[in-house]
């Protein structure tokens, strides 16, 4: 049993990223956030010893894979010192026939996203964008914007689902995934 698990996930995660490289033409760009280049404060966190706007920032994309029903965004930071990095955003179940997701998109109320679509919880508990906080003079943190093009409409998740379990569910039913990384950091106090 443990070997077929293990099996899957391992073929899974091929399959995800072979779709990737197939589908060089899906693209995932940001007016407000330069790839490979420094986040603007104002999509800080506003709690935790930060003091930002805690908005997210616009997210566009193009040329979705055939066969893409739905959608799913995500914001992660790798080098969080938790041994697993921080989730920042997750947002599921966004209609197949969507390309931008608007600034601020990611408040709390999710009056700013498309019909349909639900705000996953992320690391710092709350439904909804949680801005950048690394830790006060650490190196620059990278941030991972990525949408997930997916083969369902919607994923069936808990109201209180965990990113480890959205991240599953999604990689299950990703056909491709375009994203940009761009960094953020602190001054020491």
């Known amino acids: 049993m443990r070997r077929t698990c293990i099996a899957a996930c391992l073929l899974t995660a091929s399959a995800g990223l072979m779709a990737q490289d197939n589908e060089a033409g899906f693209h995932l760009y940001s007016p407000d956030v330069e ?15 930060c003091a930002g706007d805690n908005q997210s920032p616009t997210l566009r994309w193009e040329n979705a894979p055939a066969g893409t029903r739905s959608f ?19 947002v599921v179940n966004l209609p197949a026939d969507t390309t931008e997701l ?23 508990g709350d ?3 949680g801005g950048m906080c690394p830790p006060a003079g650490d190196s620059p943190h990278r941030y991972t914007f990525t949408v997930h093009a997916l ?13 480890a379990l959205a991240g599953f569910m999604i990689h299950q039913h990703e056909i491709s995934r375009a994203g940009f990384i761009a960094t953020y950091a602190r001054e020491e106090d």
């Open 35 to 49: 790839t490979d280049g420094e986040i603007d404060a104002s999509f800080e966190y506003n709690g935790f010893g």
């Open 127 to 129: 439904k909804g964008w």
């Open 151 to 163: 083969n369902t409409e919607q994923l069936e998740l808990p109201e209180d689902a965990s990113p």
């Open 72 to 90: 799913a965004v995500s914001v992660h930071d790798p080098d969080a010192p938790t041994g697993s990095g921080w989730w920042h955003w997750r």
């Open 102 to 124: 608007a600034g601020n998109a990611g408040a709390v109320d999710g009056d700013n996203l498309p019909d349909g679509a639900v705000q996953l919880r992320n690391d710092y």
